[in-house]
């Protein structure tokens, strides 16, 4: 996202079986790695990351995490987030370096493929929304699956769904 203030790049956590603190931390920490790695790489002197914003209340030792993200962290945002120089998207970073970018452009489109919700965490928002009334019928009518590809795709997971009458 771009404002005023900069660049900011925000982590959504999508589905209903939201990542714990430790998870995110790891994903945030790599990503801000990724992001330095990067900057070096393309000869950029100053460090990309100005600041990390994490969406839960400070911590007991809020140092250990400015100290994991090497940058200063806002605690209770409304999104975990990585505050980016604006400078950054300004000055072309590897003029002329194709394979990189192909790298880069298939990173993000991993990373994007990895990121969609599993047929677990769909399963999972479906019962949460009406527990009374879940129906494995409907969640494969809704979702366009077969209902025979679906069990199979949530057993290969190491799960199933049973819905029991009263």
């Known amino acids: 996202m771009r404002d005023e203030e900069g660049v900011e790049l925000r982590l959504l956590d999508c589905g209903s079986l939201k990542a714990g603190a430790p998870t995110t931390d790891y994903l945030l920490v790599s990503l801000c790695s990724m992001l330095r790695r990067k900057s070096l ?6 460090d990309p990351v100005l600041g990390v914003g994490l969406a839960w209340a400070k911590t007991a030792n809020p140092q250990a995490q400015e100290q994991a993200f090497r940058a200063s962290v806002q605690w209770a945002q409304a999104h975990h987030s990585i505050r980016l120089d604006p400078q950054l998207f300004v000055t072309a970073l590897t003029p002329g370096n194709h394979e990189l ?8 489109e991993q990373t994007r ?21 879940a129906n494995w019928q409907r969640f494969c009518a809704e979702h366009r699956l077969l209902e025979r590809a679906a069990a199979r795709r949530l057993k290969a997971l190491g799960w199933s769904f049973f819905a029991t009458a009263r």
């Open 41 to 46: 790489a393309s000869g950029l002197e100053r």
């Open 101 to 108: 970018e192909q790298t880069l452009v298939d990173l993000l």
């Open 113 to 133: 493929r990895n990121s969609e919700q599993t047929i677990l965490e769909q399963v999972s928002d479906h019962l949460i929304a009406d527990l009374a009334s």
